[in-house]
Every structure is written in structure tokens, then in C-alpha cells.
């Protein structure tokens, strides 16, 4: 599975927009991006994923460039609620869906 | 939906003790995971199971540690004796379908203690 770089850590303000970047070059024309977060003394839990296209759902945002080398999971509003570790794993489509997480980005907001 | 029931959630053992955690899938989910979280190590998938059947146990650190799934509601994974490297959160994971595009169903976890 092709490999995704995230930074280590990231803060924000309350009420205020995030983007949570992740680096992903050696991604295949058939790799879907995941994103999970885990709460703190919580198991992790599903946020979005998309394949090209940007996405949208209930939660968050997924923007993908168009080169697919990068995409960027978009917290339009943070909430204390918010802060957490966020993966962005890749899946190849073949695959049996297996995850396999990196270290993540662990968001801090601030009231 | 009660969402993937694992149990105990907290246990706490001897060195060379038998620690046995187990996982209740959600409902219709027909694949199976366990994955275990430590400082050092992060998440890690130890095994996964499709229609009740172990499909890739490459993580599962040695024979110590032994799963098994003897129906869609019903997982187990055991250690056998445990070491106090085992300490660690093991989270049980389900998913309504194989491939890239389902998402998983985390439980709570069990926080096991080895001493």
C-alpha cells in the first residue's frame, strides 16, 4: 500500500475552519483515501473517503487535487468535540480493505 | 444499532496467565478485524476475518496469540501466556462489505494490563 505523510500535530480555534493536509505521491490510479479519527480513550472512528472527486458528508470535507498527490480533510466548523488523532490511509480498490495507520495528525482546538 | 460490543473492557492479568478478549460484529457485517494500539507502536492490524474465515493473521505478533471466529456474531482472540508486552489496547473492528470503499465500525476496546 502506497504511503501517506501527515504532519504531527496541528491547533486550531473554536468555531473556526480546519484543514488537515496529507501527502500521498506514490498513490495508483485505483487507491482510495480514508480518513478516520480517534477520539481520546476512544476507538477509531470512520470520517470520509474518496477516489477523485471532492466529497462531502455530515462530518468533514475531502479535497483531493487533481494530480490525486495530495488531499486535504476540511473541518468547516471545530468544535472541542473535534480534537483527536486524524489518519489518511490509502486503499488500494483490489484490496481487501485492510487499514493500515501511520502516526496521524493529532489536532488540538482551542477554545 | 449497539455498534461492535467488545469485552472486558478493562483487564488486568498475571505474566503467563491465559487473557481471552472477545467481539460482538455489528450485525450483518460479514468482516472482522483486530488491531492493537500501543505508545511505541501505534495501531496495528493483528487479523481479519471474511464470512468467518481468517484471511491474513501476517500481524499477529507469535503463537502465543490465536483468534478464532466461530460464527458472524462471535470473535475471540487469546493469548496464551501473556507477557507484559502485551499490554496494550486491542480494538475489534466490523464492516458491512470487502473492498476499498466500505468503512470500518470500531468497538470501544479492552485495555489489557500484563504484570
Known amino acids: 500500500d502506497a504511503k501517506t505523510t501527515q504532519p504531527n500535530s496541528m491547533e486550531s480555534n473554536e468555531e473556526e475552519p480546519v484543514h488537515l493536509p496529507c501527502n500521498h505521491s506514490?498513490?495508483?490510479?485505483?487507491?482510495?483515501i480514508h480518513w478516520y479519527r480517534q477520539l481520546p480513550s476512544q476507538g477509531p472512528e470512520y470520517v470520509i473517503h474518496g477516489l477523485t472527486s471532492n466529497v462531502n458528508n455530515r462530518m468533514a470535507s475531502l479535497a483531493i487535487a487533481e494530480d490525486r498527490k495530495s488531499s486535504t480533510l476540511i473541518l468547516h466548523r471545530a468544535t472541542l468535540r473535534d480534537a483527536a488523532v486524524y489518519y489518511c490511509?490509502?486503499?488500494?480498490?483490489?484490496?481487501?480493505?485492510?487499514?493500515?495507520f501511520g502516526q496521524g495528525t493529532t489536532l488540538q482546538v482551542k477554545p | 444499532d449497539a455498534g461492535v460490543i467488545q469485552s472486558p473492557r478493562h483487564e488486568v492479568t498475571e505474566m503467563g496467565q491465559e487473557v481471552t478478549l472477545r467481539c460482538k460484529p455489528i450485525?450483518?457485517?460479514?468482516?472482522l478485524f483486530w488491531y492493537r494500539q500501543t505508545m511505541m507502536r501505534g495501531l496495528e492490524l493483528l487479523i481479519y476475518f471474511n464470512n468467518n474465515v481468517p484471511i491474513d493473521d501476517s500481524g499477529m505478533p507469535e503463537d502465543r496469540f490465536s483468534a478464532k471466529m466461530p460464527n458472524a456474531s462471535f470473535s475471540t482472540l487469546k493469548i496464551q501466556p501473556s507477557e507484559p508486552r502485551d499490554s496494550a489496547v486491542y480494538f475489534c473492528a466490523s464492516r458491512p462489505g470487502q473492498g476499498a470503499t466500505y468503512e470500518q465500525y470500531f468497538g470501544p476496546g479492552t485495555r489489557l494490563t500484563v504484570t
Open positions: 490511509i490509502l486503499i488500494a480498490s483490489g484490496n481487501t480493505g485492510k487499514l493500515i
Open positions: 506514490t498513490i495508483s490510479g485505483t487507491d482510495y
Open positions: 450485525s450483518g457485517h460479514n468482516s
